[in-house]
């Protein structure tokens, strides 16, 4: 086994566990935004898609990359603009509604008072 | 490290960082907004980092250089074209679309890093690369085929055909005997290309026969795996991003996908062979005891002079497009005083976290929606329940052993003093037996549509004084 490697081996299994200890704590609310903003991160291949197109010398080569480059920049921008978009919404009080009565609901509110 | 080295290392290292941040900050709706920009800002420095590292090096032709550019323009116009455009109750479709393109891209560098320097490869990354074509190639067929039952091009009923699973069980054996092939003769373009053929085949006749309503699980288990596929691809390429961005994934993807199987009570393996439910849908058709129809009069009658009401949103909800107007009955609610909460089941709907997103869009905020052990504690302080086109997440026989839901995590709604139910008519859900709840003296069923039945509610709501 090369050094490389076994420093790559490395850096996956500590991002492993920091994905499970920095996941882990994400309210189920926010569960679909997560997995876009996830969805979005995995586009980082969009750097290994210019490093293939560096890479290629042949027509096959160029084709392979272009497709890698055009998928991974639609999973990138798409997946944080729409995560962005998505986010936008979730809000403490609605907006739309002027009433102050009608956005009274915390949890501590909800759970507390007697039926 | 020269200059040039450190400066590139550090921005990787940062970017790294903001990726870990970022989702960090997602912990908390007040703060999840700034956690997607500063992952975004991560993203971009990384983008620069390897734009530097590709002009310092010199060696891309002037057509590499035109093919980023081209692709960089029409991948990024679709993705923000998309992502702009597509309707909130088509959300899991399009973040499986977007699934799907990143698998591929991670299988393409693969492909491309073989047929390139395939002999040069170390025995252990060639493994490793011919795990990411695989995984890749899975991910993409596999995410395409859920995206196309979402959006309902592909039928979404669990697809069950003879010769399924030996299909299926030889498009897996192919695809490992030429990926072992590949590892030994890492130039050989022939084992190469069945792979990601094999490969393309198995993840769709995985996903084929899956149903609909397994779809929190299965999209889950997509983001997983192709997270793995990216951290794959990155040590192929010796590229510490990719690794740790795609590590960070599949964590994530494995949490949810947990999660989803455990609100289930299902293990991730039996989802996968799919068709839940389908053996006795037949026999367990026609309910034995009669259900008590109600009215919109009825039901806003009750709504109306209640002090406590929580809606238990489902899949139906999403499918009549009803967020809005139920939104806006729970407005109208609590305007009278009535205290009103959304309680939301961890599967309600088609991915993790989807009823969520649809009330949200309708502005409902955060603070009101409540997570199951939250709802189960409030539903027996609750005068009425109204239940808006959930079935089985709400089926009290999941209590006792013996049938297909049985042990699976539900909302007490049967324990609120009233219960009604919005539903078009007395089918089955996706476990394929009868609610019991329906049976209930306590439950009115008011058959329609979920956004007419709203509809009607309110407009009779308004009529009433008091």
């Known amino acids: ?115 | 490290m020269s200059a040039y080295e450190t400066a590139i290392w550090a921005a990787y290292l940062l970017s790294v960082v903001a990726f870990v941040v970022g989702l960090h900050l997602m912990n908390s709706p007040a703060t999840a907004r700034s956690g997607n920009a500063v992952s975004a800002a991560g993203m971009v420095l990384a983008v620069a980092a390897t734009v530097a590292v590709v002009a310092h090096e010199g060696t891309i032709s002037g057509t590499g250089l035109a093919i980023v550019a081209a692709g960089v323009l029409a991948g990024g116009a679709g993705g923000l074209w998309l992502a702009r455009t597509v309707a909130m109750t088509a959300m899991p479709q399009l973040v499986s679309l977007f699934n799907a393109v990143g698998g591929a891209a991670a299988a393409l560098v693969g492909v491309h890093e073989f047929a390139a320097h395939g002999p040069d490869l170390d025995l252990a990354v060639a493994a490793i690369g011919a795990v990411d074509i695989l995984i890749g190639g899975v991910t993409f067929s596999g995410s395409l085929v859920a995206a196309g039952k979402l959006h309902g091009v592909v039928p979404s009923e669990p697809l069950v055909f003879r010769g399924r699973r030996s299909s299926t069980a030889a498009a897996a054996l192919i695809s490992v005997l030429a990926a072992g092939y590949l590892v030994i003769e890492p130039h050989n373009v022939v084992a190469l290309s069945i792979l990601a053929v094999a490969a393309l085949g198995l993840g769709t006749a995985l996903v084929v026969p899956i149903g609909g309503a397994d779809m929190p699980v299965v999209i889950s288990l997509l983001n997983a795996l192709t997270g793995t596929a990216v951290a794959m691809a990155g040590f192929l390429l010796g590229s510490l991003p990719l690794i740790a961005a795609g590590a960070l994934v599949g964590a994530s993807g494995t949490i949810l996908t947990r999660l989803m199987a455990a609100a289930m009570n299902r293990t991730v393996t039996a989802i996968v062979a799919g068709g839940f439910g389908t053996a006795d849908a037949t026999a367990a058709a026609g309910p034995t005891v009669p259900v008590r129809s109600i009215s919109a009069e009825d039901a806003a009658i009750q709504l109306a002079y209640a002090t406590k009401v929580v809606i238990v949103p489902g899949y139906g909800l999403a499918v009549a497009r009803a967020q809005h107007e139920v939104a806006a009955l729970a407005a109208e609610l609590e305007e009278r005083g009535v205290e009103v909460s959304f309680a939301i089941h961890p599967v309600a709907g088609r991915m993790p976290g989807h009823m969520n997103v649809l009330l949200a869009e309708a502005n409902v905020p955060y603070p009101s929606m409540h997570e199951l052990t939250q709802a189960n504690a409030e539903l027996p302080r609750t005068d009425v329940a109204l239940v808006i086109g959930a079935n089985d997440v709400t089926n009290p026989a999941a209590r006792r052993p013996g049938n297909a839901v049985s042990g699976m995590p539900i909302l007490d709604v049967d324990r609120a003093s009233a219960v009604i139910v919005i539903k078009r008519s007395l089918g089955h859900g996706y476990a394929g037996i009868d609610n019991e709840l329906y049976n209930d003296r306590r439950t009115g069923m008011f058959f329609a549509d979920a956004k007419q039945g709203v509809a009607a509610i309110r407009a009779t709501l308004s009529t009433l004084v008091g």
């Open chain 1, 1 to 115: 086994m090369t050094t490389a490697l076994a420093l790559s081996i490395t850096v996956f299994v500590l991002s492993v566990l920091i994905g499970f200890e920095v996941i882990s704590k994400v309210p189920a609310t926010l569960h679909t935004p997560l997995m876009s903003a996830t969805n979005a991160i995995h586009g980082i291949v969009i750097a290994g898609a210019i490093l293939i197109a560096a890479a290629a010398d042949s027509a096959a080569g160029y084709a392979i990359a272009f497709v890698a480059v055009a998928f991974a920049t639609a999973n990138v921008v798409g997946g944080y603009a729409v995560t962005a978009r998505m986010l936008r919404m979730f809000q403490r009080r609605p907006a739309a509604v002027a009433s102050p009565q009608a956005s009274v609901s915390s949890p501590q509110a909800s759970v507390g008072r007697p039926s």
